[in-house]
C-alpha cells in the first residue's frame, strides 16, 4: 500500500488537486501548475507520488518533468533532461552537484486523486 502522504520541506495551507492517479504512469514525469508554480509529478512503482519543481536550477529552464527517472543506491532519482543532474525526488538534493536542489511538495492521494500542497501565503 502506498503512503497516503509525502513529507513537505514547507508548511501548506491546502491542496489542490492534480489528476487522478491513474492518469500518471510510473516512472514518467508529468508536468502541474499548483499555486501558479510548475511541478513535475512522478508516479513511483509503488503508487508513491512525489512532486518537484519542475524548473531546472542549472539548466534555468521549466524543463524537470521532461528528466528520467530513475533510482541511485535506493532512492528514487529525477534527472535533468539538459545536462542530467540527478535529483533525489525526496528531498530535492542534487546528487551531482550539492550546490543545486529541486523544491518538493507534499503530495497526498485520497479516494484515487493525487493532490498536491500548496505554498502557505505570505499575510
Excluded: N
Amino acid at each position: 500500500m502506498h503512503p497516503d502522504t509525502h513529507p513537505a520541506t514547507h508548511a501548506t495551507t491546502d491542496w489542490q488537486p492534480v489528476c487522478p492517479l491513474e492518469a500518471l504512469e510510473p516512472l514518467w514525469a508529468e508536468a502541474a501548475l499548483v499555486d501558479h508554480e510548475q511541478v513535475a509529478v512522478v508516479r513511483l512503482p509503488s503508487d508513491e507520488v512525489v512532486a518537484v519543481s519542475h524548473w531546472d536550477p542549472y539548466a534555468k529552464a521549466h524543463v524537470m518533468a521532461r528528466g528520467i527517472v530513475g533510482s541511485r543506491g535506493g532512492r528514487p532519482t529525477l534527472t535533468s533532461p539538459l545536462h542530467k543532474q540527478v535529483y533525489d525526488l525526496a528531498t530535492g538534493e542534487c546528487l551531482t552537484d550539492p550546490a543545486l536542489r529541486l523544491a518538493t511538495f507534499p503530495v497526498r492521494v485520497r479516494d484515487g486523486i493525487v493532490a498536491v500542497g500548496r505554498h502557505e501565503q505570505a499575510a
